[in-house]
């Protein structure tokens, strides 16, 4: 399977990049056929340009735009049956002011400008309703998250909000009504009814961070704040949930906290810290530093990628490589994949080593984590998708 996942990666990334010349998808169709791998852009329809996408409970949302449209269409594929389950027209709303989510029962959407004005899409009776929030002047948001009976609006310049549905009250986790850096405002993955974790800027400037555990309703059961190392930072932070204690990712460094009361258990300073994915009993730690505020296009960067104790923050082993390009990486399957403008690199997630290295052109890895259950899934190039 190994090989064969190093295959598709290339294959596909080489197909891709003759695809966006010609613009032809006709022969990306036997993707659909190979295991744990799906060409989203196929099932969505070679018209429409692919937005954004999110995962939950094995399901794809995926936001879209016809070409020559200017309104946005919601695809909702299992990915276990290959297939489009549900499709939704906004055409309420732009393409680029469209917010959305879902559950198991329904679509929920709403515009970037008016929060506020929530729309439930039932995807078993056909039928749109339309709820407004209440005392929500201070409301504003970047992305909505649904979650049984609970909005959770993240990604907002003022700080993450909680809407309880059915008591149509509304949950502020701000600081005033000052402005923050919204990549700060994020929320734990994956979700739990019984607590989740909401994060915003502590303070102007800093990469400190306020945490907010809330349960299902919004009640806020207790906060914390992280220790201010840095300035100016503009990686977004990443809080998973695990069964001993919440790892969060504030700014370059990585803090683990009790789940019952915040304190924190112990951490550790990164030199770089670009982003973090949970595996087992290790959490792998993506570090990547650039010589130059501004580098060329075919700048040289170096990675470092390290397998850190879930439960001591300790480091296990670590790796370091040369890239030619802005580099992203992937987890999938106890495999790390390692992307830059040349190449892709198959790396044992379990030590570090280097297993594969092949020429690729022109490729871009985007890693998605089901909002749900927590599982990650890769996607190349914004179409096809493997888990």
Known sequence: MRPRLLGMLLLAACIMACQSRRRDTTDLVYFQNL???????????????????????????VRSSKIGEDFSVLHLIDLLKKQVIARRKIKALKYYEALADFDEQRFVYCSVYHPE?????????????????????????????????????????????????????????????TVKNPQLSSISYPLKDSLVI?????????????????????????????EHRYVSPLLEPEIITAEDGLIVKSGKQLVKLN????????????DDLNSIFRLGKEI?????????????????????????SADSLNIAWSAGFEVTGIPQLGLINGELFLSDRDSIRVIDAANGRMKQHGPVKDSYIEMLTDAGTGEYYLLLNSEIVIW
């Open 259 to 270: 789940t019952r009361n915040g304190l924190t258990l112990t951490s550790r300073k990164f």
């Open 117 to 177: 004005k929530i729309s439930f899409y039932d995807l078993r009776e056909d039928k749109e309703t339309v709820l407004m929030v209440r005392d929500s002047s201070q409301l504003d948001a970047g992305d909505i998250v649904l979650q049984r009976g609970s909005l959770y609006y993240i990604k907002g310049v003022y700080g993450p909000s909680v809407w309880n549905i059915e008591e149509n009250k509304l949950h502020y986790y701000q600081q005033e009504y």
């Open 284 to 308: 792998i730690v993506f570090s990547v530093h650039q010589h130059a505020a501004f580098p060329a296009e075919r700048a040289k960067y170096q990675v470092n990628v390290s397998g850190v």
């Open 198 to 226: 909401l994060s915003r800027q502590q303070q102007a400037g800093g990469d400190s961070l306020k945490l907010y555990a809330v349960d299902a309703s919004g009640q806020e059961k207790w906060s914390a704040v992280t």
């Open 35 to 61: 295991h744990d791998s799906l060409n989203v852009q196929v099932l969505v329809g070679k018209d429409y340009k692919i937005l954004s996408a999110k995962v939950k409970e094995g399901k794809l949302l």
